[in-house]
């Protein structure tokens, strides 16, 4: 099931095309990541997606609805990159009252704060959160009513290391329960491991739209492969394939996506020579880059 689709969506600033023919679209369970810089068109999608600003053409549907109508916003949710609460309310009487706004059981609100791992604090008031704690909030709010579709702008901003994994696991458990997911980061690292396709986009225009396996052979950038020689063989280990010693131990090899498994071979032949040997591909930084060079006309291949 496709919980939402954009075809050939355009929107026009004054003089200025902020998305210009942009269409993907994101099933039940699946987890997208939306990249791009600042201005690339992201919020302006975001806006339109949850019925916030008009499109000047194309076509957007939210769970088979229009966005904004009553019915999509019954099953969307949205998370900004920095939410705000009344800090004189504990966590668990904001809850409460956002539960009442949708007409649901305030009762719930102790579970929902329990999901995203604050229950310990949902007594305590909000101005005494950080930063992290806040963000939690922001997603047990917006996992109310069990949203068919999230939309997450910068969700992660704030959060330490460990909490951000935490999150990626709710959104996992979010997918498999078959919501449908589209966050917007800059962290592309932890992006990278955590979502299913990349849509990019660039000036307003889309210029990626794939999964990260299927964007690398697109991008054909180069691998690296880093090949741990046995001491004292490095010397003979680099002569042999040609590659650059970059310590006493290590040679840094080069070649192009389709030459990797014929690589491969070359250091399996070295047999005892060889002690370990670690496979780099480009990394969704360089495909970032990439697509968005390339749609400016200056991609370096």
């Known amino acids: 099931m496709t919980n939402l689709t954009l075809s050939q969506v355009t929107k026009t600033f004054d003089q200025t ?9 994101v099933a039940s369970g699946e987890r997208v990541a939306l990249l791009g810089h ?7 999608l975001m806006k339109i997606i949850l019925g916030l600003i008009p499109f000047d053409s194309g076509t957007v549907t939210v769970m088979g609805d229009a966005p904004g109508s009553h019915a999509a916003r019954r099953q969307v949710a949205y998370l900004p990159e920095n939410v705000a609460f009344h800090p004189a309310l504990t966590g668990l009487e904001q809850i409460r009252y956002y539960l009442r706004l949708r007409g649901e059981n305030p009762g719930a609100a102790m579970g929902l704060l329990e ?16 930063k992290g704690m806040r963000q939690r909030v922001g997603l047990a709010q917006a996992l109310i009513g069990n949203p068919r579709l999230l939309v997450l702008d910068e969700p992660t901003s704030g959060l330490d290391p460990v909490s951000r994994r935490e999150f990626y696991a709710m959104l996992d458990e979010l997918a498999t329960e078959g919501a449908a997911i589209l966050l917007s980061s800059h962290a592309l690292t932890e992006v990278e491991a955590r979502t299913d396709r990349i849509v990019i986009l660039s000036k307003g225009v889309m ?22 020689a046995r001491p004292g063989a490095a010397d ?17 090899l080069t070649c192009a ?3 990797k498994l014929a690589r491969l071979g070359q250091v399996t032949a070295l047999g005892a020579m060889i002690e370990d040997v670690e496979v780099i591909p480009p990394s969704l930084e360089d495909i970032y880059s990439h697509f968005s060079l390339q749609a400016d006309g200056r991609a370096i291949r």
Do not use: C, W
Request: hydrophobic letters at 45%; zero cysteines; charged letters at 20%.
């Open 38 to 44: 600042n201005g690339a068109g992201k919020s302006t």
């Open 115 to 130: 999901r995203v791992g604050l229950s310990d604090a949902a007594k305590r008031r909000i101005g005494t959160y950080s």
């Open 207 to 228: 210029v990626a739209n794939d999964t990260l396996a299927a964007l690398r052979r697109q991008a054909a950038l180069p691998t690296h492969l880093q090949v741990i």
């Open 17 to 25: 095309r902020a998305l210009d023919g942009v269409g993907f679209t």
């Open 236 to 252: 003979a280990v680099a002569a042999q394939l040609h590659g650059a010693r970059m310590n006493g131990v290590m040679v840094n």
């Open 257 to 259: 996506h389709d030459e």
